[in-house]
């Protein structure tokens, strides 16, 4: 059964500093993608990056990049910079080719302090 | 403007009344889903459809039901609703072509207290 793990319920980090923030996946499938969403206090859901399972370079996005180590099925974002308007809940997602199911992690609350 | 929109963002009900929140989407996507959304839980997939009257079960679909009439809408029906329904609900679409890039628009969310 597919499933994503996002180890950290929250975290603190000062502003302008990076941060990375943690996911883990687990998939039989060799054809799957990955997301990272981010939800802001008002509540709706907004689209960061992807990463598919076949790409050999790490998606990047301006200040959001995946660190994405396939063997040890992660698939970290990092936040370069950070600004307070980063403040936010994130979740990790992954969609299977063989699967129409996707799947979310448990989220990870980010906190940056001015 | 391309886009899903949910109705109500905000519902307050009590038990065993029966209820409905619509979920509308004008990008013409095949794939449209349900998700609720609990604190520590994450988001949970409740259904999803791949395209009109075609509908899968996701993984919390106990208690809930849904239809695909037409392309472009995707209700959630609550045919007896319980206080652990309460929760934050989003409906999403995308393209649907299987694609695993395919990046979903979710809605903005509907806002659930059952008494």
Same mark, same amino acid.
């Given at each position: 059964?597919?499933?994503?793990?996002?180890?950290?319920?929250?975290?603190?980090?000062?502003?302008?500093?990076?941060?990375?923030?943690?996911?883990?996946?687990?998939?039989?499938?060799?054809s799957y993608g990955l997301?990272?969403?981010? @939800?802001?206090?008002?509540?709706? %859901?907004? *689209?960061?990056?992807y990463?598919g399972s076949? &790409?050999?370079?790490?998606?990047?996005?301006?200040?959001?990049?995946?660190?994405?180590?396939?063997?040890?099925?992660?698939?970290?974002?990092?936040?370069?910079?950070? @600004?307070?308007?980063?403040?936010? %809940?994130? *979740?990790?997602?992954m969609s299977v080719n063989? &699967?129409?199911?996707?799947?979310?992690?448990?989220?990870?609350?980010?906190?940056?302090?001015? | 403007?391309?886009?899903?929109?949910?109705?109500?963002?905000?519902?307050?009900?009590?038990?065993?009344?029966?209820?409905?929140?619509?979920?509308?989407?004008?990008?013409?996507?095949?794939?449209?889903?349900?998700?609720?959304?609990?604190?520590?839980?994450?988001?949970?997939?409740?259904?999803?459809?791949?395209?009109?009257?075609?509908?899968?079960?996701?993984?919390?679909?106990?208690?809930?039901?849904?239809?695909?009439?037409?392309?472009?809408?995707?209700?959630?029906?609550?045919?007896?609703?319980?206080?652990?329904?309460?929760?934050?609900?989003?409906?999403?679409?995308?393209?649907?072509?299987r694609e695993v890039k395919e990046?979903?628009?979710?809605?903005?969310?509907?806002?659930?207290?059952?008494?």
């Open positions: 059964a597919q499933k994503i793990t996002q180890t950290q319920p929250g975290m603190f980090v000062q502003e302008k500093e990076a941060v990375t923030l943690d996911c883990t996946y687990d998939t039989s499938d060799q997301f990272w969403y981010k @939800q802001p206090s008002s509540g709706e %859901m907004i *689209f960061l990056i990463q076949y &790409d050999e370079q790490n998606a990047t996005e301006g200040r959001y990049s995946l660190n994405f180590q396939k063997a040890r099925k992660s698939a970290n974002l990092v936040i370069s910079a950070s @600004q307070l308007g980063d403040s936010a %809940m994130y *979740f990790c997602a063989r &699967d129409d199911k996707i799947i979310f992690g448990k989220g990870t609350r980010l906190h940056i302090l001015p | 403007e391309a886009q899903v929109t949910q109705n109500p963002r905000y519902l307050i009900t009590v038990t065993g009344k029966k209820l409905t929140v619509t979920c509308s989407q004008n990008m013409n996507h095949e794939y449209m889903s349900w998700y609720r959304q609990d604190p520590g839980l994450g988001l949970r997939q409740i259904y999803y459809s791949m395209n009109v009257e075609v509908t899968d079960k996701g993984d919390v679909p106990e208690g809930y039901k849904v239809s695909r009439k037409e392309k472009r809408n995707f209700p959630l029906i609550l045919e007896s609703p319980s206080p652990n329904q309460t929760s934050l609900y989003f409906c999403a679409s995308s393209e649907g072509s990046t979903q628009y979710f809605g903005p969310g509907t806002r659930l207290l059952v008494l």
